[in-house]
């Protein structure tokens, strides 16, 4: 690895699009139906190469020409003569300075020794094969608005549901928060429950539930949706309201005392250093920084410590199918980590078809790298038409 120099980064934007239009959320009109992925590919000086999801300008890229592969990575002296595939050899990942790559070097570093990602950083003893990760569908958006009787709107979602429960998923999120922005307050939260009571019809008594409030709730309602979906047996609410300590520790209070074993995600939105300290002292159950940012070895620098709280680790993963299977490679080296949360999406050009999902688990191949596959005339024309080469 330490023969390894960075000659050339590419970087485009390939399009895509969802099985069908993500609706609006408590805070925001539709999300559509179209998807961009931002991939960089690096190539090194001996023709090495790997790729990945990246946010960078030119000018950044440069920056990164002529770098070692072995000077990005935090590493020991096991990994600079690497052989084999023993564990934590490039413990934690990528150095900071380097993170705006990460997942192409990540990529290219595990195409090297022939390894999938994960392998990188875990134990072999660790995992058992085939891996097989936790997964949970999360494109229950409000799509209902359209519709006056709420029987009608919760039919909806929950057909939405089933669709999901087809292409293999058994745990669903479901966006809530209607009276917030685009109900009258009552009549939106009133639709919430009848969407979450049929989509618990629709997914079966096993079917893991979360919902997702987008911070359009306040602790009052949100009182009033769990306790009014008691019996539906919700895993999580995420974001119930905005970051506050004071209100968490209120709501943790009232749900020990109404014996509901609700737990509290939060971490998506402003994504509050604050959080670190509120897992720590049990305020907030699950945290869910985003997997693309602060991104893999972020999340791998935190999950031995919220491991060690008690805390869980479910990374937010939104709008670029490419953080479906970097959450894949994520899960098998943080013991505390949850479900990868999956935006299913078809992008031309990116291979993911080695990746299956069966009875909510991702089944994820032993191939080298993130296990994808980059058409090199379709990537080529995205960065013609949208993106650049630098070396």
Not at 74 to 93: C, F, I, N
Not at 180 to 208: E, F, N
Request: a negative charge; glycine letters at 8%.
């Amino acid at each position: 690895m330490h023969n390894l120099t960075i000659a050339t980064i590419e970087w485009a934007r390939l399009e895509g699009w969802r099985p069908r239009s993500a609706g609006c959320n408590a805070r925001l009109g539709s999300h559509g139906r179209k998807v961009r992925a931002p991939i960089a590919r690096i190539t090194t000086t001996n023709g090495a190469s790997g790729f990945g999801w990246a946010w960078l300008t030119a000018r950044q890229a440069r920056r990164y020409l002529g770098v070692q592969i072995s000077d990005a990575f935090r590493v020991t002296p096991q990994a600079l003569s690497y052989v084999g595939s023993d564990p934590e050899v490039l413990s934690p990942g990528v150095d900071q300075l380097s993170r705006a790559i990460e997942y192409p070097l990540l990529d290219l570093v595990a195409k090297v020794a022939s390894l999938p990602v994960y392998r990188l950083f875990a134990s072999s003893a660790a995992v058992q094969l085939p891996l097989r990760i936790p997964c949970y569908d999360t494109s229950l958006y409000i799509d209902d608005l359209h519709l006056s009787d709420d029987g009608e709107a919760a039919n909806l979602i929950a057909q939405e549901a089933a669709e999901g429960i087809a292409r293999g998923h058994r745990a669903f999120k479901i966006k809530v928060g209607r009276g917030a922005l685009h109900m009258p307050l009552q009549a939106g939260t009133r639709r919430d429950i009848a969407v979450i009571r049929a989509v618990r019809q629709a997914t079966g008594p096993t079917a893991q539930l979360m919902i997702d409030a987008n911070n359009g709730y306040n602790l009052n309602l949100t009182k009033q949706v769990l306790g009014a979906t008691a019996d539906v047996g919700l895993y999580w609410i995420e974001e119930a309201f905005h970051e506050d300590p004071r209100l968490y520790a209120y709501l943790k209070a009232w749900l020990e005392k109404e014996g509901l074993a609700t737990l509290i995600a939060d971490g998506e939105g402003d994504a509050s250093p604050h959080l670190i300290d509120w897992a720590r002292d049990g305020l907030v159950d699950v945290l869910q920084y985003d997997i693309h940012q602060p991104g893999f070895t972020r999340w791998r620098e935190l999950g031995p410590v919220l491991d060690a709280w008690g805390a869980r680790a479910a990374p937010h993963n939104y709008g670029d199918p490419f953080g479906n299977y970097a959450l894949c490679h994520l899960a098998p080296t943080l013991p505390n980590f949850e479900a990868a949360e999956w935006d299913e999406a078809t992008v031309p050009g990116l291979d993911t078809s080695s990746y299956t999902i069966r009875e909510g688990q991702a089944h994820v191949p032993e191939l080298p790298g993130f296990g994808l596959h980059l058409d090199p005339q379709a990537y080529a024309r995205a960065v013609e038409e949208n993106g650049f080469v630098v070396s």
